[in-house]
């Protein structure tokens, strides 16, 4: 998770705060001099830590922090803040015109995920209730239009193309196509380069000039650190950009381009990308980051994400087969085809607050694996053994583990935790006499295994 380095440092800074009854202005000096070399590790901006740690400083050497009963926790809480502060205070959207469709152009240096990203961006637009049009208009890169059309059929989402066509053209008919069919978002796949060129700025302020994009995204790349930062600056400079698209923030990225990019170039990122699927795209919080960054976890995102993902009909169906005590095979199978939709474990947890520390040694990438083992055994069953678990037999045991790749011993235990899970329904399901009221298990939740 990016920012994980960050947040670990910062946690045992503020662990020695809190260790004190009383907070002098030394404490404090010392406690920021942790915190503007954890920023600066992780690849923040120097000018923009040393300005960071200034502020926080100021403010928590006041008398509202040092006459405070909990010290540690009024800085915890300014530190909080200024992150907040740092990276745009609010969630910035798309801007759109009095008048449809909304142009909005993203760019970028080739690599970054520009073309895969544009489709990201029109899938969550589309699940919004919008109707977007993808534009290919990288006519340079070889594969490029197909690419686009390829991602665009994943995300439900048309594409314009004109072949090989000057890009400005192909730009000012897709939005006359838009402006025909009732398209009230146009996104323009623009070409990337391997580096920053006079000849691609050009083209780029040329097709900026003819569309009068509502926006202009850059898409960079988190992993580069501060590389990200000068690439935004140098896009911002030349074409006035209005966000950013940062991508890969799921990775082990160190995080410091996101808390440098709008402190740097004055504009907010609008989007992040979150993993690899077309749905792993999120639109960017400020004060959830900084939670996050503290350790106090997103439970906002985690409920927009489970809300937008899972299918609530499945989950209540699968709640009441527990009550029932009829939960079988198949349904487990439908349960980890819905924990899957929410992307991986690490990703959920890291959302959680206080949960990233308490499974810090859990390798959570291990149980994704798991639970992909235990799916491989089950769709080796048959339906009748998916139903009836209880008539597998050795040799069945056997056909399945040949048929799952897995061995006798991987389906012995995945039926041992099976009939655990059944004799832990039974327990929460409702007496039926007075004074025998049992908790039941909300809808959608699934008992541990």
């Not at 994704?368 to 339906?383: C, Q």
Request: with cysteine; aromatic share 4%.
């Amino acid at each position: 998770m990016a920012f994980e380095g960050l947040a670990e440092k910062l946690a045992n800074s503020f662990k020695k705060l809190r260790s004190k009854g009383k907070l002098s202005e030394s404490d404090v000096r010392d406690a920021m001099r942790e915190v503007r070399l954890a920023l600066l590790e992780a690849d923040v901006n120097y000018k923009v830590a040393k300005e960071f740690t200034a502020k926080v400083t100021e403010r928590a050497i006041g008398a509202e922090v040092m006459e405070s009963l909990t010290p540690a926790q009024m800085v915890i809480k300014i530190v909080n803040e200024e992150l907040t502060a740092l990276m745009g205070g609010s969630q910035a959207r798309l801007d759109m015109p009095s008048k449809p469709p909304a142009i909005v152009m993203l760019c970028g240096l080739q690599g970054a995920g520009k073309t895969t990203h544009a489709a990201k961006l029109a899938k969550l637009l589309k699940s919004q209730g919008h109707r977007p049009l993808l534009v290919a208009c990288d006519i340079y890169r070889p594969a490029a239009i197909k690419q686009l059309q390829v991602v665009g059929e994943q995300a439900g989402v048309p594409v314009f193309e004109m072949g090989t066509e000057k890009p400005v053209k192909i730009a000012q008919a897709a939005i006359r196509q838009a402006k025909d069919y009732g398209y009230d978002y146009v996104l323009i796949d623009t070409a990337g380069r391997l580096q920053i060129d006079e000849a691609l700025m050009e083209e780029l302020r040329q097709m900026k000039e003819a569309v009068n994009p509502s926006d202009i995204l850059l898409v960079v790349d988190s992993m580069t650190g501060q590389e990200a930062v000068n690439v935004a600056k140098t896009f911002d400079d030349l074409l006035e950009i209005t966000g950013v698209i940062l991508t890969k923030l799921d990775g082990d990225t160190r995080g410091g381009a996101a808390l440098s990019i709008r402190s740097v170039t004055g504009k907010p990122i609008k989007f992040a990308g979150v993993g690899e699927k077309l749905s792993d795209i999120e639109a960017f919080h400020p004060d959830r980051m900084a939670s996050r960054i503290l350790g106090m976890g997103d439970v906002l995102s985690l409920i927009e994400d489970a809300q937008a993902k899972l299918d609530e009909n499945a989950a209540r169906k699968a709640a009441e087969k527990m009550m029932q005590n009829r939960f079988d095979l198949n349904d487990l199978l439908e349960q980890f085809e819905q924990v899957k939709k929410m992307g991986p474990l690490k990703n959920v947890i890291s959302k959680l607050p206080g949960m990233d520390k308490q499974l810090k040694n859990v390798d959570l990438d291990d149980s994704d694996k798991m639970m992909e083992r235990m799916k491989a055994i089950i769709l080796s069953m048959t339906p009748r053994e998916r139903e009836k678990p209880e008539i597998i037999n050795p040799s069945r045991k056997r056909r399945i583990a040949a048929g799952s790749g897995m061995k006798v011993e991987d389906v012995n235990r995945l039926l041992r935790q099976f009939e655990q899970m059944q004799k832990m329904m039974k327990q929460l399901r409702p007496g039926k006499g007075k004074g025998k009221k049992r908790r039941m298990l909300p809808p959608g939740m699934m008992p541990p295994m």
